[in-house]
């Protein structure tokens, strides 16, 4: 993968990035997205936002590279702290972190300042999907779409939110309200997994000598969601 060739993944984000946005990519890496999409011309600015050195210094030889030291602004930053009042930040791309870490990222950047709450967010959580949900139902925005695809045997999954008001059922928030009505062939393969993997832990936490009957309560709940969902189709 490199700026002219991303990955199928971060393609699908990058289609969901309007055209002239003025983008902030948290967790940039290389900063193959943003410079991928300013050479093809489909945003006006960008932010290169990263937190570890090596990846920074990366990031900052790849926008050299291309001549777009103008155009792309590269900074060494703790989450939505890379973003400054003066970027006038209207999309933000998060991709490849944990969901808890998403929303810790987004709250963060709720609290100082550097997250206005109207901003369009495109959201790729490796894990912990839920979680990404339950901040946005909780702090004033909508899911406007979903994808799911599968990529070097994983599953990924996108969820593009804007400002607005919502209120998700818990099945929506643990499925996704859009992935969860169309349920196309890799939602259903990623369950398939899941329900295995969740009876191998309810059998696992069955067998403790310890009770667990809390834990165990709440994944026999999901298992029968799951099969609700398996059995939909």
């Known amino acids: 993968m490199n700026e002219h060739s991303l990955s199928k993944r971060l393609t699908m984000v990058g289609n969901e990035v309007p055209a002239g946005a003025r983008l902030a990519d948290i967790g940039s890496d290389h900063a193959y997205l943003p410079t991928a999409l300013m050479l093809e011309g489909r945003i006006e600015h960008a932010v290169a936002g990263e937190v570890v050195k090596g990846p920074f210094e990366s990031a900052q030889k790849q926008v050299a590279k291309n001549g777009l030291s103008e155009k792309i602004n590269v900074r060494l930053a703790d989450g939505l702290a890379a973003v400054l009042p003066s970027d006038n930040i209207d999309t933000v791309t998060i991709a490849g972190m944990g969901g808890t870490l998403i929303a810790h990222i987004l709250a963060a950047g709720v609290q100082n300042g550097n997250l206005k709450k109207t901003e ?60 969860s009505q169309k349920k196309p062939a890799e939602f259903m393969k990623k369950w398939q997994r899941e329900k295995q993997n969740r009876q191998r832990v309810l059998t696992q936490l069955q067998q403790a000598g310890t009770p667990q009957t809390e834990k165990i309560t709440e994944i026999q709940e999901q298992l029968s969601w799951i099969d609700e969902i398996l059995e939909g189709v």
């Open 120 to 179: 369009r967010l495109v959201l790729q959580p490796n894990v912990g999907e839920p979680n990404v949900r339950y901040w946005l139902m909780t702090n004033n925005y909508r899911i406007e779409a979903e994808h799911i695809l599968e990529e070097n045997d994983k599953i990924y999954e996108i969820i593009v939110a804007v400002p607005g008001f919502s209120e998700y059922t818990q099945q929506e928030l643990f499925f996704g309200p859009f992935l």
